[in-house]
DNA sequence: TATGGACCCTGTAGCCGCCACAGGGTCAAG
DNA sequence: CTTGACCCTGTGGCGGCTACAGGGTCCATA
């Protein structure tokens, strides 16, 4: 019974979503350990990488940076340590998506009303380039 | 009068906000003209290139990317065509920007409803760390 | 006139989060 | 035994800069 299924980096790259390159990848900047090798030097994946690659990719589209998932995946491990650290690590995420969102937002408004402005006219009298452009030349 | 004034690059970097190196990759990427050169080969600009930069630099702020803000450079300069295209440009602009936005607040509210169960308990019970791993282990 | 410090030059390497090769090796099916 | 799908390592690229290192230039002051 010590003999667990293992997979290839593929399979593992299909079941997560993942491109192979990406999980070679995570592997070398340590999000991923290094799994063992097969006879012919490829990477045998198990139960364990797939959770932990599963993890990731879930983080990865709540748009935590690596090195937020990196420390959560720390902090996971110790079982019977208080869950602060990743509150506070969640909320901080949440503040920056939130300036993020207003300064698109703000974005936006500007750049509808340099469209509004637009009567499809020529360059020369367009209103979109002479708002961008410094000054009233 | 053949004479204009012009002025070293740190001049024209504090005139538009702008860091002398990222001013200095505007012209390897052929943003910026490269300026003639004074006798000691520093870069002499002038009130044309104070001018791009600084449409440069608003469209920056707009979020539109480089190669973007090439295109509207080469349209601007052609007095007698007509708008259409810088239009388009803006529009795809806005309507990707609003994609971000929607991107986020779906984001947003993953992230909100995650935090709002963590309960404060230790790892072993933590509803964000159970959240993001695949399954319930 | 010498010197110090502020500026300028080129070139290269790094940031993030991958993606896309090139140039090989491995493995299973037919 | 060949074909073709997979795997390996290593390198370079994307956007949009930023940050050096290792020099040159310029101007004011002592």
Redesign the interface.
Known sequence: MGTETTFNIGVLAKATGTKVETIRWYERVGLLSAPDRTSGNYRAYGAAH??RL??IR??RD??FSLDQIRT?LD??E???????T??AI??E??EE??R??AD??A??R???S??GQ?R?????E?R??EA????P?
Not at 78 to 84: F, G, H, I, L, V
Not at 120 to 124: F, S
């Open positions: 797939l959770g599963s993890f879930r983080a709540l748009g959560l902090i996971a110790q079982q019977d340590r208080s869950c602060e990743v509150d969640a909320r995420h949440l998506v939130d993020k969102i698109l937002q974005l936006r500007e750049l509808d340099l469209i637009c499809h006219g020529r360059i020369a367009c979109i380039i961008l452009a410094p000054c030349a």
